[in-house]
């Protein structure tokens, strides 16, 4: 397991008056290697899930195991800087986490600070820039005067030249274009596949996750509503009401077709192009069914 | 409104906006936008499209001189932009940022939203019920006593855009405010700006990469290499492949299944429900 979290819960403001517990209990096993997929509504505590799996937070209770290194509420922590290394965090505003003069500044401060040398930290500045799509001359650029959405890549690019073994990513689609979105979701499920790096996606935007998240976790009012795969999502969309969601139109499409031409024991096609196609390949059999069917009666109709 | 920014190819209202030959760059090699002209009426819904990095945001910041053009001519409901008026036209535009953290100044939202209302000098009955309509439409009556940092991101935007939408400008001006919202929030928002423009008092420009959003405006400015690349309604930009592409958009997903299925020889219009599509295919007739 990359992460698992056993009983874990956690309190804003712990000991005060504003005290505000934002997770309650949670168990939950993300696999080595996975792409997974988190949602929830607002105020679910999707955000500071994220930031217990670095160790940014620490839980109030229970424990949390990343990787070699287990947190224990109310035990002194281990030395939390290799996991900081290993677990890369995009937040969710990207100027939240730059601070350098230039991008190149920017990417190479993390893998500096790893003790990693100068020049590879550069090589690395370079090739995370060109894994986001973004052009090298930006990288003599002052990251704040980039736009809103140049600066969420190269705040993805700078963790990315970390060479985490886990990235965590909180709503990293939410100021891109669409190209832009569908390219990122690419890199990072080729980060995971061909590099067998576990990728933790947080998202509003579930229909463009669900063709390639292995599995989801959706939280409700802080506590855990559902841990499973796609597929398992798909049979029973109503639990994505329950947490106060709409059910993405993919699935919903998805549903509809499978239960009037009766697809409902196969994997769901969760893109449009898919859907498509297995819905006209649907008609054609219907077709020449009905061709072959029409000739043995003689009764053809118009 | 002064008439002489009327804008007769859009239509009978006055136009609200007006860009003459407006340019603008950090620095004079690299113009992030050059030579703009552009005119929107009074009451229009406006999505300002392109791809990231085009410049959406810098457009809308230099409407109300967060940003100072570097040449050309600018009106905003009916003030010439220069020194002495940029005061009027903040007046009547509100703009909501891409992060809601860039605009908070008060300790709990209710001071933060109260104090944009303060100062208009309103009295305190009208406060009060612009504070309970706006935050109950957003649903964010329960965090009224909290501190900013104790909230969400997307609870953070919910916030932002109560402040903004309660001083009641003339002018709105969404920057991806909508980014951080779950689908049906993002509905709820679409709602209420549909609602405000059909009180006709209010212009929207809607900074957006979203293609339900694009589809409930009325004209789509598409940017690119910092020009105004297309000028077009939401069904024209979706029906051009070679303009989404430029613009780094896709069509909605209904827009996509039904190019898929004509492209795999089935001609169905773009549905409006799943049940509608599946049975429309269920009787689908190839000898149509």
Redesign the interface.
């Known amino acids: 397991m990359a992460i698992q979290l056993q009983q874990v819960s956690y309190t804003?403001a712990d000991r005060s008056m504003?005290k505000?517990t934002a997770l309650h209990g949670i168990n939950l096993e993300i696999a080595e290697g996975s792409l997974t997929g988190i949602a929830g509504?607002?105020?679910?505590g999707?955000?500071t899930l994220l930031q217990l799996f670095n160790g940014i937070l620490k839980p109030t209770e229970g424990t949390v195991q990343v990787l070699d290194v287990t947190i224990t509420a109310g035990e002194k922590s281990p030395r939390l800087l290799p996991l900081r290394r290993r677990v890369g965090l995009v937040f969710?505003?990207p100027?939240?986490q730059m601070f350098e003069d230039t991008v190149e500044k920017d990417l190479c401060f993390g893998p500096l600070n790893f003790g990693v040398s100068l020049e590879e930290a550069k090589a690395r500045a370079r090739k995370s820039m060109t894994d986001m799509g973004l052009d090298l001359a930006l990288l003599e650029r002052n990251p704040f005067?980039?736009?809103?959405?140049?600066m969420?890549?190269a705040a993805i690019a700078s963790v990315l030249a970390m060479d985490p073994d886990i990235v965590v990513l909180?709503?990293p689609t939410?100021?891109?274009?669409?190209?832009?979105?569908?390219e990122l979701i690419a890199l990072l499920e080729r980060l995971c596949r061909e590099q067998g790096r576990t990728i933790i996606i947080v998202t509003?935007?579930m229909?463009e996750l669900l063709p390639y998240a292995d599995n989801w976790v959706l939280l409700k009012d802080g506590e855990l509503a559902f841990q499973g795969s796609g597929g398992e999502l798909a049979a029973d969309p109503a639990i994505l009401e329950r947490c106060?969601?709409?059910v993405?139109?993919?699935l919903?499409?998805w549903?509809?077709?499978a239960e009037?031409?009766g697809l409902s024991g196969e994997k769901p096609l969760l893109t449009?192009?898919g859907?498509?196609?297995r819905?006209?390949a649907l008609?054609e059999e219907r077709?020449t069914l009905n061709a072959s069917g029409t000739e043995e009666m003689g009764n053809g109709h118009? | 409104m002064n008439q002489a920014y009327n804008d007769r190819t859009a239509g009978e209202k006055p136009a609200v906006i007006a860009l003459e030959g407006v340019s603008f760059g950090?620095d004079p090699e690299h113009p992030i936008l050059h030579d703009i002209n552009v005119s929107i009426p009074q009451g229009q819904w406006v999505s300002i499209v392109?791809?990231?990095?085009?410049?959406?945001?810098t457009l809308v910041k230099l409407l109300n001189a967060l940003l100072p053009k570097s040449a050309g001519h600018i009106s905003v409901c009916g003030h010439t932009l220069q020194e002495e008026t940029v005061q009027s036209i903040r007046q009547c535009i509100g703009m909501v940022f891409?992060?809601p953290?860039n605009q908070f100044i008060g300790q709990t939202v209710e001071e933060d939203i109260l104090f944009g209302l303060e100062g208009q000098c309103l009295s305190y009955e009208e406060m009060k019920e612009r504070l309970e309509f706006y935050t109950g439409k957003l649903g964010i009556g329960h965090l009224l006593s909290k501190h900013p940092g104790?909230?969400?991101?997307?609870?953070k935007q919910?916030v932002a855009i109560a402040s903004i939408l309660a001083m009641k400008p003339g002018i709105v001006i969404f920057?991806?405010a909508s980014?951080?919202?779950?689908?049906?929030?993002r509905?709820e928002l679409m709602g209420i700006l549909r609602d405000m423009q059909a009180a006709g008092s209010y212009t929207i420009l809607l900074i957006t990469?979203d293609?339900d959003e694009i589809l409930a405006s009325d004209r789509v400015l598409a940017l690119h290499g910092g020009s105004i690349a297309a000028d077009v309604s939401p069904a024209e930009l979706f029906r051009d492949a070679e303009l989404l592409?430029k613009?780094?958009?896709?069509e909605p997903?209904?827009w996509?299944?039904a190019?898929?299925?004509e492209?795999?020889?089935?001609t169905v219009d773009v549905p409006a429900s799943?049940?509608e599509?599946?049975d429309t295919?269920?009787q689908?007739n190839?000898?149509k």
């Not at chain 1, 509504?41 to 679910?44: K, L, W, Y």
């Not at chain 1, 005067?145 to 140049?150: A, D, E, K, P």
């Open positions: 804003y504003w505000q509504a607002t105020g679910s999707k955000s969710q505003f100027e939240q005067r980039l736009s809103g959405g140049q969420r890549k909180d709503e939410a100021t891109l274009d669409p190209v832009s979105r569908a509003h935007r229909d106060g969601l709409r993405p139109q993919s919903r499409y549903q509809a077709a009037r031409f449009a192009e859907l498509a196609g819905l006209a008609l077709r118009e | 950090y392109g791809p990231n990095g085009c410049g959406k945001s891409q992060n953290d104790e909230l969400s991101g997307g609870q919910r920057d991806e980014s951080m919202l779950d689908e049906g929030s509905d990469h293609a592409e613009c780094h958009l896709r997903y209904t996509q299944l190019r898929e299925l492209s795999r020889g089935i799943e049940k599509l599946i295919l269920w689908y190839y000898s």
